[in-house]
C-alpha cells in the first residue's frame, strides 16, 4: 500500500542522526586536537623562555649591542677645566659650574641605569634573537667578502650587494666612535665615572658643537655674557641632557624568567595529561579547552600587566598576547567562533579594565575609546578561521557520511531483507491444490506480507497483509503481525477468517494505529473434502476466482485493519463451494497502482480484463507480475504481491469407496517454518 512522502518529523530525524553522527565525530577530532594544542603550548612556553633567557644575558651573540655614548657641551666644558686646572692655567668664568653639573649627570645617568627595570616580552626576545643573528650573519659575510677582495671594497659585488651593505653601515655607524673622541674628553669621561655604572664598556661618542661657547653662554675672549645667562644655560643643559642618550638598560635575571613560566607549563601539563584523558564528549572537551586557554591567558595577563603598571615604556602588549591565545587555539581546536571567544572575552574585558585605568592617570580617554572600539578587530582573522575550517570539515564529513551511511544501510537492508525473506512460506503442492506466490518490493525490503498453514484438519489457510508505506518501518511492522498471527493460530485454531481479522483489527487499533501503521487483509480457508472456501476481507482488493464459466470478484467485507475499534469493525464473512479447476488469484494494490512513465495507472479494470481472458496463463502470478513490471518500465513506486491458489479436487475421508486416505497435516504444512 502506498503511503505518503517523508514528513517533517522523518527528515528532523535525519538531520538528528546526521548531527549526532557529527558531534560525535567533533568530539574525537577536538579530543586529538586539544593534545597536540597542549604540546603546541608546552614547546612555545619553553622555546620563548629560552629566548628570554638568552637576551637577558649581556654577553654572547644574542645581548644587545651598547649604543654609543654622547657627551654633551657641558661635559666637554668640564673636562677643558679639569685640563686646564691640572696644567695649573687659571680657571675661566663657569668652568667650576659646568664640573658640578657633568658631575650630576654623570650621576643621574648612573642612577638611570642602576634603577631602570628592563622589561622585554617574548615577541621582543625573538626579535634580538633574530637581530644577534642577523648580527652574526653579516660578520661573517664581511669577512668572507674580505677575504674574497684585497681591498675590502664594494667594486666587485653587484649593484643589489653594494646597495645592502651601504644600508647595513649607514644604519649601524655609529655617531663618533670613541677613537674619534679627544684625548682630553677621554680623560675627563672616565674621571666623570665615580661609581661603578654598566657604561665603563659603552663606547663614546662626543657631540661637537660649532661653537661649544656660545651654548654655554660665553663670549669670544671667554667671560660671560652675564651670570643669569649661564645659570640658565647649564639648568637647561642638566635638564634635557637625557633626552639625548641611549642608555642600554640591564636585563631581568634568567632565573626570574625560569620561574614564572612554570606555572605555564604546570597548566598545560595538568589539561594535557590529567584532564583530556578523561574526557570523551564533545561539551566536556570544549569546556576543558576554554578553562585551559582562559587560566593560560589570566595567567600571561596578570603577569604582563604587573611589569606595565610596574614601567610604563616596557615593550609589552597584553592585547598581543590576548590575540596569540586566541589565534593559537582557533589554529587546533574544531570549534564555532562563539565557543573560540567563550574564553577570550573574559580576558579581554580585564585589558579594557587595565586601559581604562592607565587612561585615568594620564587623562588620554580618546586614545582610550579608540583603542578599545578598535581592539576586536584583532580577534578577526581567528574567527573566520573557525568558521572556515569548521565549514570545510562539515562538508566533508557530510560526503563521507553519506557514503558511509550509504554502505551501513545497504549491508544492514540486505540483512533485513533476508530475514523478511524468511518469514514468508514456499511454494506448496499438496495433490488437492497448488500454492504459489510472486514478490517484488519496490526498495530492497517492503510492507506486503502473506502467510499460510495448514491446520489438523487438512485445512488450508492463508492471510494476505499490505501494511501502509514501503520499506524499513512497513517491514519491521510485518514481523510483528507474523508473530501475532502464529499467535492467533496456536491459540484459536478452530476460529475463522472473520474472528481472526477481528483480533488482528484489535492488535492494530492498540499498538500500531498510534504510529500511523495501517494495513488491508484477506484470510481465507478451504476445506479440502467439501471444497468450502470461507472469506474474510479488511479493506483488500478484490480477489479475483476464474472457475470455467466465469470470473468471480470477492469484495472486501469490512474496514480497514486498526482504522476503527471492535464495536464498528464487524465479522462479516463469505462462504463459496469451489468445483474442481477453480483458480484464485489475490493481490496487493501494487499491482493497479502501477504508474507507467507517462503518469498512466495499469488500473484495476485492465486486470478485471485480464482475468476474463479466454485462454488462462501458466502460472498467473509470472503473468502478472510480468505484466505490471513491463507497464512501470523499471520504475516501481509500491510493492506487489500476487498469489494463486488452483484448487485441484476434493479429498474423500471414505474408507469404503476406496479412496485414498487422507495424508498427514505435516506434508501440507509447508509454510509453517
Known amino acids: 500500500m502506498a503511503a505518503a512522502p517523508g514528513d517533517t518529523a522523518e527528515l528532523q530525524n535525519d538531520r538528528g542522526v546526521f548531527r549526532a553522527e557529527y558531534e560525535r565525530e567533533l568530539g574525537q577530532w577536538l579530543r586529538r586536537r586539544l593534545g597536540w594544542l597542549c604540546i603546541a603550548y ?23 649591542p651598547s649604543q654609543p655614548q654622547v657627551l654633551t657641551p657641558i661635559e666637554i666644558r668640564a673636562d677643558r677645566a679639569e685640563k686646564r686646572a691640572d696644567a695649573g692655567l687659571p680657571p675661566k668664568p663657569g668652568d667650576a659650574r659646568a664640573i658640578e653639573v657633568a658631575k650630576e649627570l654623570e650621576q643621574r645617568r648612573a642612577e638611570r641605569e642602576r634603577g631602570a627595570e628592563a622589561v622585554v616580552s617574548t615577541l621582543d626576545a625573538f626579535s634580538e634573537i633574530a637581530k644577534g643573528i642577523s648580527r652574526e650573519v653579516r660578520d661573517v659575510a664581511t669577512e668572507s667578502k674580505s677575504a674574497r677582495e684585497p681591498g675590502g671594497g664594494l667594486a666587485g659585488a653587484p649593484a643589489v650587494g653594494r646597495m645592502a651593505d651601504r644600508w647595513w653601515e649607514e644604519t649601524n655607524a655609529p655617531v663618533a666612535t670613541a677613537a674619534d673622541a679627544p684625548a682630553s674628553a677621554r680623560s675627563a669621561s672616565a674621571r666623570a665615572t665615580s661609581t661603578p655604572a654598566p657604561t665603563a664598556n659603552k663606547e663614546i661618542a662626543i657631540s661637537k658643537p660649532a661653537d661649544v661657547g656660545d651654548q654655554m653662554g660665553l663670549r669670544a675672549d671667554g667671560t660671560a655674557a652675564s651670570a643669569t645667562a649661564l645659570g640658565s644655560a647649564l639648568d637647561a643643559a642638566l635638564a634635557t641632557a637625557g633626552e639625548s642618550e641611549s642608555i642600554d638598560v640591564p636585563r631581568i635575571p634568567w632565573w626570574i624568567w625560569a620561574i614564572l613560566t612554570l606555572p605555564i607549563l604546570g597548566v598545560v601539563a595538568w589539561y594535557g595529561l590529567a584532564v583530556r584523558p578523561r574526557l570523551y564528549t564533545r561539551a566536556e572537551l570544549v569546556t576543558a579547552a576554554s578553562r585551559m586557554i582562559l ?51 573574559p580576558v579581554f574585558l580585564c585589558w579594557v579594565l587595565l586601559q581604562a585605568g592607565l587612561a585615568a592617570t594620564d587623562g588620554s580617554w580618546l586614545q582610550f575609546l579608540l583603542t578599545v572600539a578598535f581592539a576586536p578587530l584583532a580577534f578577526v582573522p581567528a574567527l573566520l578561521l573557525c568558521y572556515v575550517r569548521l565549514r570545510w570539515h562539515q562538508n ?30 514456499k511454494p506448496l503442492d499438496s495433490g488437492w491444490m497448488r500454492f504459489d506466490f510472486g514478490y517484488r518490493p519496490a526498495a530492497d525490503i ?11 484438519r487438512e485445512r488450508f489457510h492463508l492471510a494476505l497483509i499490505d501494511v501502509t508505506g514501503h520499506g524499513l518501518a512497513s517491514a519491521m511492522s510485518v514481523a510483528r503481525i507474523h ?60 480477489v479475483f476466482i476464474r472457475t470455467r464459466e466465469r470470473v468471480v470478484e470477492l469484495p472486501s467485507t469490512t474496514l480497514l485493519l486498526g482504522a476503527v475499534d471492535d464495536s464498528m469493525f464487524g465479522e462479516e464473512e463469505v462462504t463459496i463451494k469451489l468445483e474442481e479447476g477453480d483458480t484464485i488469484v489475490l493481490f ?11 503518469g498512466e495507472r495499469f ?16 502460472r498467473w502470478t509470472q503473468y502478472l507480475m510480468r505484466l505490471v513490471e513491463t507497464f512501470e518500465a523499471g520504475m516501481p513506486e509500491d510493492d506487489l504481491l500476487v498469489a494463486e491458489i488452483h484448487f485441484v479436487s476434493r479429498r474423500s475421508i471414505s474408507s469404503v469407496t476406496g479412496d485414498d486416505i487422507p495424508m498427514p497435516a505435516q506434508e501440507y504444512a509447508g509454510a509453517r517454518a
Open 603 to 618: 488500473g484495476l479494470d485492465r486486470l478485471r480484463e485480464i482475468m476474463q481472458r479466454p485462454t488462462a496463463p501458466p
Open 396 to 425: 566533508r564529513f557530510k560526503s563521507g557520511f553519506v557514503g558511509r551511511r550509504f554502505l551501513q544501510m545497504r549491508r544492514e537492508f540486505l540483512q533485513a531483507r533476508a530475514v523478511h525473506e524468511s518469514l514468508f512460506p
Open 42 to 64: 608546552a614547546v612555545f612556553q619553553i622555546l620563548s623562555t629560552t629566548a628570554l633567557i638568552l637576551t637577558s644575558t649581556r654577553s654572547g651573540p644574542f645581548a644587545r
Open 446 to 456: 517492503g510492507g506486503d506480507f502473506i502467510h499460510v498453514w495448514i491446520d489438523e
Open 295 to 345: 587560566t593560560l591567558g589570566l595567567l600571561n595577563f596578570t603577569f604582563e600587566s604587573a611589569l606595565l603598571l610596574s614601567n610604563p615604556d616596557a615593550t609589552v602588549t597584553p592585547l598581543l598576547s590576548i590575540f596569540f591565545w586566541h589565534f593559537t587555539a582557533s589554529m587546533f581546536l574544531p570549534w564555532n567562533w562563539r565557543e573560540s571567544l567563550r574564553p577570550i572575552v
Open 483 to 542: 508473530g501475532e498471527i502464529e499467535r492467533l493460530r496456536d491459540e484459536y485454531p478452530e476460529e475463522g477468517p472473520a474472528k481472526i481479522l477481528l483480533r488482528l483489527n484489535r492488535y492494530f487499533h492498540r499498538l500500531l494505529a498510534r504510529h500511523t501503521l495501517f494495513a488491508t487483509g484477506v484470510l481465507l480457508m478451504i476445506d479440502p473434502h467439501s471444497g468450502e472456501l470461507r472469506y474474510a476481507s479488511a479493506g483488500h482488493p478484490p
Open 588 to 598: 496487493t494494490d501494487g499491482a493497479y497502482d502501477a504508474r507507467s512513465p507517462r
